[in-house]
């Protein structure tokens, strides 16, 4: 067991409340998302996958920082953030959202939790929702309050997790289903318990309301999980590809629409709902799209890891597109990739050129997702 105190950039950059419970339990690397430091390295990246799909893991994902808004009109706030419908939507439920800037394009990717009916949380992918809601606050006459409350999320993730929350929780947790959330006590503290997930596979969210537990937290887990198979991990850039799941800032910017990564069931343009960017939405589904994502199969060795560059796509000496996520999947025994590529090109068996860091390989279009294309296990 060790313990780093002088560790990483200066204090701009936050540790999250189970940063030491993570180096204590053999977290070596880490990288920094919503900055704060994210634990992404718990040893070899391809035992995590396995470790992840047979068994269970526990991930800190702090970095998925909460911007709350509550008051009197957070519902109609919400839903000026999000071009999808939100009108139906119910206390303990939670949804996957878009939200989108005045001119369609994708500002981030979270999921959203409804507390009350006058309460929500956006649970965020890496970027600086908490400052857009705010100025989007500023310019209207909606009674919002806005701000980031004490919630730090782990992921309990895996085949064995449902087992392991029973040991928690108790057996009322069978009844929770997928993206739906409720509270726990647990130490006098409140938690917020959902069945979501950033892995593709069965797996929980545990939201800490009390920072200064976090070791606490994290060990009382782990000593629960570990008879039955638990282990320290990291989200797994293998099985999210794998699951085609979007990693902001790689796989979609400000500068992507929803329609070119194939989201129109999160777009409800024809609702009566106003929400930000409908008319830009409107305007870009009427003209259509020039580019759009698609999955790839590389032919070539297997790859060391993730790329860590934009690998350009090429059909003869033309660029078409670019990858965005690749890595190798051992289970699948082939590269996989996510890539945006022109519309001219995106036929299932079409042949490409890509560039990557090693060489030129050529690739094909498959079908996404590569793995589960039903979600079958994630909402087992």
Known sequence: MKKLDDFGFGTQIRKSPFFDATIEWGATGFSVYNHMYIPRDFGDAEQNFWNLVNEAILCDVSVERQVEISGPDAARFVQLLTPRDLSKMKVGQCKYILITNQDGGLLN???????????????????????????????????????????????????????????????????????????????????????????????????????????????????????????????????????????????????????????????????????????ALIKIRTEGVKKTQVGLVLECDPLAGPNTKFWPVKKGKQKVGKVTSAVYSPRLKKNIALAMVSVEFIEEGTTFQVETSHGSFPAYVVGLPFYDPNKSITKS
């Open 109 to 279: 990717d979270p999921v959203l939790l409804k507390l009350a009916d006058d309460r929500f949380w956006i649970s965020l992918a890496d970027s600086d929702i908490l400052l857009w809601a705010q100025g989007v606050a500023v310019n209207t006459d909606y009674d919002v309050n806005i701000f980031e409350p004490d919630a730090s999320p782990l992921q309990l993730q895996g085949p064995k997790s449902r087992d392991i929350m029973v040991k928690l929780f108790g057996e009322s947790i069978l009844d929770l289903k997928y993206y739906w959330h409720r509270e726990y006590k647990w130490n006098g503290i409140s938690l917020i318990v959902s069945r979501t997930g950033w892995s593709s596979e069965l797996g929980y969210e545990i939201f800490l309301t009390d920072r200064t537990m976090g070791s606490e937290l994290w060990n009382h887990i782990m000593s629960i999980g570990e008879p039955l198979g638990l282990k320290p991990g990291h989200t797994s850039s293998i099985r999210r590809i794998e699951g085609a799941m979007l990693s902001y800032h790689a796989d979609a910017d400000i500068s992507t629409n929803p329609f070119e990564l194939g989201l129109d069931r999160l777009v409800n343009i024809d609702s009566s709902q106003e929400f930000i960017g409908k008319k």
